[in-house]
């Protein structure tokens, strides 16, 4: 264990689907087009103290 060391795993879900459209009807029931279905993000960060009440952090986030 590294004391300020994190690291987090975020996922988002989506299941898009047009459900209406004016312009294009023939298009509904169709899947969003460039939308992931499945996105995970980790993101370590570091956390540290430079002087008594002042802090800061380190993040990096890498996406899939």
């Not at 004391?3 to 987090?8: A, C, P, Q, W, Y």
């Not at 459209?21 to 995970?40: C, D, F, H, M, Y």
């Not at 570091?46 to 986030?61: D, E, P």
Request: charged share 20%; proline share 5%; net charge positive.
């Amino acid at each position: 264990r590294v004391d300020g060391f994190r690291v987090n795993l975020i996922g988002t879900y989506q299941n898009g689907e047009i459900t209406e459209s004016a312009k294009a009807p023939e298009t509904v029931g169709n899947k969003i087009w460039r939308q992931p279905e499945l996105q995970l993000r980790l993101a370590p960060s570091y956390n540290f103290q430079i002087t008594k009440g002042v802090s800061a952090s380190i993040l990096v986030q890498s996406g899939m």
